[in-house]
């Protein structure tokens, strides 16, 4: 079978012809046929070898972790699943230590023993193949309505968990949800998304559509693509090369969420010293290693607490930020049909992928494999 992957020992990115074809082993499992997989961030970092291990063994890893599929087979204790059905899988696997609480509890997303396994990151292969075999229970049922952009339901999780962890924190401000309609709880709050990738417009359409008053502060002037796209559902685009962080403040009022979504250290931080009275900071963000840069220590810690402010870092994604993605992705769809489907800016074949994986500089918005 086809496949993508890399072996971090030689360095090599590379088209494999015979990575073995998967079997149902356990009569959870089912058997996927991949229709589409996207690729990030991290696929790209895993091609320059900073990220990405193989399983334990084996000298290769087959990439690919936001991936659409249909189910061609199942095993006899499988239920809810059948052959024909959509299905996008989760990513993180649990560990094995029987005292990790959270994968015990099937939040491998907050693994306490840091053995967690994810497919086609950390030590089990990934999606950019022909087929793969999963448990049931990593895989979440997408309507085909949403067919043509259910490839994006993965990347959205990175929002949705966020701002489920963010809805968390401000549990901690009692009047906070209550006096907002209960299928728009952001509106009057402010947020500020830090970059325009995938990640970032995905989050800007989540808190569009939960009510927020919505800034992405990104880096190219207008006009441009993205400024368009952002602006055609309801979100304000502001480039940072034409308003500093201060003007963005006096722009947007208190700013109670700051989404960050660009995995750019410095700017992050720089960014930090606007958030508002009771504000919450979301990294989502993993930038490669990089030499120490400068903060404004002072300036932030007393902000933190002379404003109560929380700092959290997120990472995705439990089952219920994938539910919560694929009903959002049909909101998106119904309201932004236009600018839903912009957000992939190009679909390729498997024999593209050295283009999509290693050249320096990325194209588009959500660059998508299109396997069959
Ligand atoms: C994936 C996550 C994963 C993270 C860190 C992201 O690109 O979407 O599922 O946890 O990388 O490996
Ligand atoms: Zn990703």
């Known amino acids: ?18 990575h073995p074809h998967p079997v149902i082993r356990s009569d959870f499992e089912v ?42 087979e199942v095993g006899a204790e499988v239920s809810g699943l059948k052959p024909g059905d959509l299905v996008v899988p989760s990513v993180r696997r649990p560990c094995a230590d029987p005292f990790c609480q959270s994968c015990q509890a099937d939040l491998q997303d907050f693994c306490f023993s840091n053995d967690f396994r994810e497919r086609g990151i950390k030590g089990i292969h ?44 401000q549990a901690r401000l009692p009047w906070i949800k209550k006096n907002a309609p209960a299928h728009q709880p952001g509106k009057g709050l402010n947020a500020v998304v830090l970059g325009a990738g995938p990640i970032g417009i995905l989050g800007a359409m989540a808190l569009v559509a939960r009510g927020f008053r919505t800034f992405v ?17 309801g979100a304000t685009y502001i ?60 300036e932030l810690m007393r902000n933190f607490v002379l404003k109560n402010q929380a700092i959290i870092g997120s990472v995705n994604a439990d089952r219920a930020a994938f539910e ?10 119904k309201c932004w049909p236009q600018a839903l489907s912009q957000v992939i800016t190009g679909r390729h074949t498997l024999e593209d992928y050295r283009k999509l994986l290693t ?14």
């Open 1 to 18: 079978m086809r496949a993508i992957g890399v072996i971090p020992k030689k360095r090599e990115v590379c088209l494999f012809d015979s």
């Open 31 to 72: 058997k996927v046929k991949a229709l589409e997989i996207g690729i990030c961030g991290t696929d790209r970092e895993i091609c320059t070898f900073v990220y990405g291990s193989p399983p334990v063994g084996q000298d290769y890893l087959v990439i690919g972790h936001e991936s659409l599929g249909e189910v061609v």
């Open 126 to 169: 990934g999606f950019m193949t022909e087929f793969y075999v999963d448990h049931s229970k990593y895989l979440n049922t997408v309507p085909w309505s949403l067919r043509d952009c259910a490839v994006l339901v993965e990347p959205l999780t990175v929002a949705e968990k966020a701002l489920a962890q963010v809805w968390k924190t």
């Open 217 to 233: 502060y990104s880096r190219s002037r207008k006009p441009n693509m993205k400024a368009e796209l952002v602006e055609s559902f």
């Open 239 to 298: 480039s940072s090369e034409t308003e500093t962080p201060e003007q963005l403040a006096a722009h947007v009022g208190n700013v109670d969420l700051i989404y960050e979504a660009l995995g750019v250290s410095s700017v992050s931080f720089d960014v930090m010293r606007i958030l508002g009275m009771n504000g919450v900071y979301v990294f989502t963000g993993i930038p490669a290693p990089k030499p120490a840069i400068p903060v404004m220590g002072d």
């Open 324 to 333: 919560n993605a694929i009903k959002d992705l049909a909101i998106f769809k």
């Open 359 to 372: 050249t320096e500089e990325k194209s588009g918005i959500k660059n998508v494999i299109v396997l069959s």
